[in-house]
């Protein structure tokens, strides 16, 4: 887990240079759709274990 965090951190830094040149949006850029798929699994991962947590504090103890 830690190592995805610091690969996470160090992603800008393995983009490729800019070379200044804008070019037309035609339509969503491969990085759009990737962080669209994080943010979901994120949000799921986060739900999950959240369900857990209180699913655990609702069982009756004998």
Same mark, same amino acid.
């Given at each position: 887990?830690?190592? !995805?965090?610091?690969?996470? =951190?160090?992603?800008? $830094? ?10 037309? +949006?035609?339509?969503?850029? !491969?990085?759009?759709?990737? =962080?669209?798929?994080? $943010? ?10 959240? +369900? ?11």
């Amino acid at each position: 887990m830690r190592f !995805l965090f610091a690969l996470l =951190l160090a992603s800008p $830094a393995l983009a490729a240079p800019h070379s200044g040149v804008v070019k037309v +949006r035609t339509g969503p850029e !491969l990085s759009d759709i990737v =962080l669209f798929v994080v $943010a979901a699994l994120g949000i799921w991962l986060i739900r999950r274990a959240m +369900r857990a947590r209180f699913a655990k504090r609702d069982t009756p103890k004998d």
